[in-house]
Nanobody, 124 residues
Framework: QVQLIESGGGLVQAGGSLRLSCVVS????????MGWFRQAPGKEREFVTT????????AYADSVKGRFTISRDNAKNTVYLQMNSLKPEDTAVYYC?????????????????WGQGTQVTVSS
């Protein structure tokens, strides 16, 4: 069974930065492509970014492009989300998720494993 544990969320002022981490255990980390998603109150879960198993391919939602950076360290079984120039509309619970390395996808229904989420709140 794959387990994902996120950390690094918190309260930050607009324009500030946060770095989220997600540690994965239970299987070989490099077998998985990883993604970050977020869900704001009253809204559906939405794609933020994804990275392939080697770290050589990434994709971003237009809303975060140029501000957020995804990366991974396969030796530490960890995926990161560096968030800069944060805006109040970035406020949400952020989830990391894992999918097969054969799938490079932005669709949340194609991710089999999910963390419990970490709250990010950006004040104006």
């Amino acid at each position: 069974q794959v387990q994902l544990i996120e950390s690094g969320g918190g309260l930050v002022q607009a324009g500030g930065s946060l770095r989220l981490s997600c540690v994965v255990s239970g299987r070989t980390f490099s077998n998985y492509n990883m993604g970050w998603f977020r869900q704001a109150p009253g809204k559906e879960r939405e794609f933020v970014t994804t990275i392939n198993w080697s770290g050589g391919r990434t994709a971003y939602a237009d809303s975060v492009k140029g501000r957020f950076t995804i990366s991974r360290d396969n030796a530490k079984n960890t995926v990161y989300l560096q968030m800069n120039s944060l805006k109040p509309e970035d406020t949400a619970v952020y989830y990391c998720a894992a999918t097969s390395r054969l799938l490079f996808t932005t669709r949340p229904d194609q991710y089999a494993y999910w963390g419990q989420g970490t709250q990010v709140t950006v004040s104006s």
